[in-house]
Antibody, heavy 118, light 112 residues
Framework: QVQLVQSGAEVKKPGASVKVSCKASGYTFTNYYVHWVRQAPGHGLEWLGIINPSGGSTGYAQKFQGRVTMTSDTSTSTVYMELTSLRSEDTAVYYC???????????WGQGSLVTVSS | QSALTQPASVSGSPGQSITISCTGTNSDVGGYDYVSWYQQHPGKVPKLIIYEVFNRPSGVSNRFSGSKSGNTASLIISGLLPEDEADYYCTSYSPRTTPLVLFGGGTKLTVL
């Protein structure tokens, strides 16, 4: 079955960086895009960006341009999302989700809690 | 402020039908048939319940349906059940902007 397994919770200080992984299984890794979405405590869902594991092309939300980098490793069927210059407002659960370029995310990772605190 | 506008909350009694609206522009909702809806229970992962305006993934109850008119998409839930109480989010493809995928602010459904 399709599975996306994310890395564990992280606690970071303001100004630091975090790198979250998302390992895919149960489907052909390069046939689907992977989106990254986050949810701050008590808030709604927010789209960060997308990566096409076939070739590695990416697209980022303007809000995160310059701070976010998404990469993929086809040898391990894993995608990564790195967010730099962390601030307290980046405290959230970060999700990876498999879908099409236009959305339709039918499979989600379990979420990775990133806490930014001094 | 979210790019797509949803009501903050809706409510209904068991057995009733409710509609959740999702309003965008002709650059997103109105321009493409790539509207999705997600259901999220507290502390849980979002679940895709409608894709490409009106399609249901395998395993999703046919009590959930979707439609679109102009710049507004709608999620209709019929025969409300207590387990339908959750947050619902719409999304739309928006290729002329970044973000590429827009989310609505979410709607809290309360089953009275």
């Amino acid at each position: 079955q399709v599975q996306l397994v994310q890395s564990g919770a992280e606690v970071k200080k303001p100004g630091a960086s975090v790198k979250v992984s998302c390992k895919a299984s149960g489907y052909t890794f390069t046939n689907y895009y992977v989106h990254w979405v986050r949810q701050a405590p008590g808030h709604g869902l927010e789209w960060l960006g997308i990566i096409n594991p076939s070739g590695g092309s990416t697209g980022y939300a303007q809000k995160f341009q310059g701070r976010v980098t998404m990469t993929s490793d086809t040898s391990t069927s894993t995608v990564y999302m790195e967010l730099t210059s962390l601030r307290s407002e980046d405290t959230a659960v970060y999700y990876c989700a498999r879908g099409q370029s236009y959305g339709d995310c039918g499979a989600w990772g379990q979420g990775s809690l990133v806490t930014v605190s001094s | 402020q979210s790019a797509l506008t949803q009501p903050a909350s809706v409510s209904g009694s068991p057995g009733q039908s409710i509609t959740i609206s999702c309003t965008g522009t002709n650059s997103d909702v109105g321009g493409y048939d790539y509207v999705s809806w997600y259901q999220q229970h507290p502390g849980k992962v979002p679940k895709l319940i409608i894709y490409e305006v009106f399609n249901r993934p395998s395993g999703v109850s046919n009590r959930f349906s979707g439609s679109k008119s102009g710049n507004t998409a709608s999620l209709i839930i019929s025969g409300l059940l207590p387990e339908d109480e959750a947050d619902y989010y719409c999304t739309s493809y928006s290729p002329r902007t970044t973000p590429l995928v827009l989310f609505g602010g979410g709607t809290k459904l309360t089953v009275l």
